[in-house]
């Protein structure tokens, strides 16, 4: 884990990853049965680092891997599968984020109807998580990660609209220029 801190801090983001790999191996091999959360794995292991910041940085770095090598897109989802099946009692903020990520990465790859799938199983779980809309509208909008995926501004506005309700005060900036993007984008067209 130490040895991936010190690739992560020099962006050598590749090589985080694969310490990182081999860290989740350790982990899975050592995980109690008992243990349903990363908190309480935390507490059962006095490790220099709080696996709980460290599985979401974990996360993060295998998305900025995969900008060298699509590859880790494939590990990214493995990772969150099994983070969610091993550590399901985790705090609902990170189980929130791992599913964006795991969808995002579905239409990254081309595998839109899987990532339409794990965003709707996303939403089921979490239905008052204005963020899982917002990550699934921009997978239609100039947001998009990558051409593989239809520019479908019509499908990101629906998305968005159902994310108006749900979100905080401080977070309706993010969506209202979400909306603006669409709008410029529309204008562009006409």
């Not at 204005?130 to 997978?139: A, E, F, T």
Request: aromatic share 14%; proline share 4%.
């Amino acid at each position: 884990m130490r040895k991936g801190y010190k690739h992560f801090g020099k962006n050598n983001f590749s090589a985080a990853a694969d310490c990182w790999l081999e860290a989740w191996e350790w982990i899975k091999k050592n995980a109690d049965s008992k243990i349903n959360s990363i908190q309480e794995l935390d507490r059962k292991f006095s490790l220099n680092y709080l696996l709980l910041n460290w599985s979401q940085e974990f996360g993060l770095c295998i998305r900025s891997a995969a900008a060298e090598n699509e590859e880790y897109l494939e590990k990214l989802i493995q990772y969150v599968d099994e983070y969610y099946e091993l550590f399901p009692k985790t705090e609902e903020s990170i189980l929130i984020m791992h599913r964006r990520y795991v969808a995002e990465v579905c239409f990254e790859l081309g595998r839109i109807e899987e990532g339409e799938a794990r965003f709707r199983q996303a939403i089921s779980e979490y239905p008052d998580e204005p963020w899982l809309y917002i990550g699934w509208g921009d997978m239609y909008s100039v947001f998009r990660p990558n051409e593989k995926i239809p520019h479908d501004p019509d499908r990101a506005r629906q998305l968005y609209e159902k994310a108006r309700p749900l979100v905080k005060e401080y977070e309706e900036e993010e969506l209202k220029n979400r909306f603006a993007q669409l709008d410029k984008c529309h204008e562009c067209n006409n």
